[in-house]
């Protein structure tokens, strides 16, 4: 089951070569800074706005849920829409939406209204993120790999920003946040439509159906449910331990920016290196064993705020290895294209997303602070259990690919979206 070593021995590209790109590439890749801050933004103010307007836990989880659960389902349309209207225009919809609905959430003044702005602004995140990656390569200068470098740069940056971003801003007003990035995104579509040359639609049109019947086969199967239980304690960490930390914006903000630290730099190097030393199932299975490890250790000592802190930040280096990994298996988990095998798997795994905020809140409120953890731990060994019973379906003995190659940036791609 292991992966053989790549053969691409190409030399790495400079510094210099990798960011001197085109004025319409540094455009959008401002964009993805902006759009993956995305993820950790609204941590740091969950309780902030649990306080402010008097919700539970539970319900203020939902701005996760809302927004998983239409990413999710919109992974399945975002290869119809610019396999017809193009890149660009599916790039400027989806920050056009960003920007409505980040605008109109922090107008907002009950936690539903957030919670229903917070799910169209998974809709433009959908639509902005599926086609970032193809429309970086396509516009950029010297070799592919160069741009998914300058790719990833990006995206580790904005998961990494994000936190303090939002801590920061929060420690304001916990509507601050949702304005910034209402700002931001006006100047990144301003620069993406002036500085973006047109792209035509694709010659061969996506149909809903595609991803549907991609799920029959077992490889994919086996993946998808295995990032469906891994997501579900992925996010429960991400939407519940802010409220046993009990701390303000700003101090929460820069706990996170250790957890997207870690999650980028393992997501970038450490998975590939470590895929390409022990191969591509057993690195996912010692992480997930030490995912579910980490959250049973703060499920024991929740009261302990220093155990939760180590426990958020260490979690981000078993998050950016399955991100990765999990999802680059995708490309060999069943016979069909990967963008229709991305969104088939996309599509399974953000209902873990979706549904696991909200079950942590209910569970934080009606047991105790510990159970959301334990329940976190126990879906994540679940999913070990799936991945190490169905990875006789997966066809990963292909060669892993090459450091910083375009397969390997899809992988995290669609991989740290959530």
């Known amino acids: 089951m292991t992966t053989a070593p790549p053969t691409d021995h190409s030399p790495a590209p400079t510094f210099r070569d990798t960011f001197r790109q085109p004025r319409a590439v540094w455009a959008v890749a401002f964009a993805c800074v902006i759009t ?19 919700a539970t836990p539970s319900e203020t989880s939902l701005l996760f849920t809302s927004y998983m659960a239409v990413m999710g389902v919109a992974m399945l349309i975002t290869g119809v829409i610019s396999s017809r209207i193009g890149a660009k225009r599916t790039l400027l919809s989806g920050l056009l939406l960003i920007i409505v609905f980040a605008g109109l959430a922090g107008m907002s003044d009950s936690i539903g209204a957030i919670v229903g702005f ?9 639509l902005f993120v599926a086609t970032a990656l193809s429309t970086i390569v396509v516009a950029s200068a010297g070799t592919a790999g160069q741009a998914v470098i300058f790719f990833e740069a990006a995206l580790g940056l904005g998961i990494a ?37 047109p792209t035509p639609p694709s010659p061969r049109k996506t149909s809903l159906a595609d991803p549907f019947k991609a799920l029959r086969h077992p490889g994919l199967l086996t993946i998808a449910l295995t990032a469906l239980f ?22 929460v903000g820069w706990i996170f920016f250790g957890w997207g630290l870690f999650l980028a730099v393992a997501s970038v190097w450490t998975a590939p290196a470590l895929q390409r030393r022990f191969g591509t199932v057993p690195t996912i299975l ?18 302990s705020k220093t155990v939760l802190v180590v426990g958020i930040i260490v979690a981000g280096a078993f998050l950016g290895i399955n ?80 450091a910083h190659s375009s397969e390997e940036a899809e992988a995290v791609l669609v991989g740290d979206i959530d």
Do not use: C
């Open 36 to 54: 993956f801050m995305g993820i950790g933004l609204v941590d740091p103010i969950l309780k902030p706005i649990a306080d402010e307007l008097g």
């Open 118 to 126: 917070r799910a169209g602004w998974g809709l433009g995140n959908a």
């Open 161 to 197: 920003v994000g936190p303090i971003v939002g801590g920061q801003l929060g420690s304001i007003s916990w509507r601050a946040p949702f304005f910034g990035v209402s700002v931001l995104m006006l100047i990144a579509l301003i620069a993406t439509a002036f500085l973006l040359p």
């Open 230 to 251: 891994y997501n579900m304690g992925f996010f429960t960490l991400l939407a519940f331990a802010p409220f046993p930390l009990d701390m303000t914006a700003s101090q």
């Open 286 to 303: 010692v992480a997930l064993a030490l995912f579910a490890a980490d959250l049973a250790v703060m499920a024991l000592f929740t009261e």
């Open 323 to 402: 991100n990765t990994l999990i999802t680059e298996a995708v490309m060999g988990a069943a016979p069909v294209e990967r963008p229709v095998a991305s969104s088939a798997y996309s599509f399974v795994r953000f209902s873990g997303g979706a549904v696991a905020p909200w079950a942590a809140g209910r569970l934080g409120e009606e047991i105790n602070a510990s159970a959301p953890f334990w329940m976190g731990a126990g879906v994540v060994v679940i999913g070990f259990i799936i991945m190490a019973v169905g990875s006789k379906h997966l066809r990963v003995h292909h060669e892993a690919p090459s």
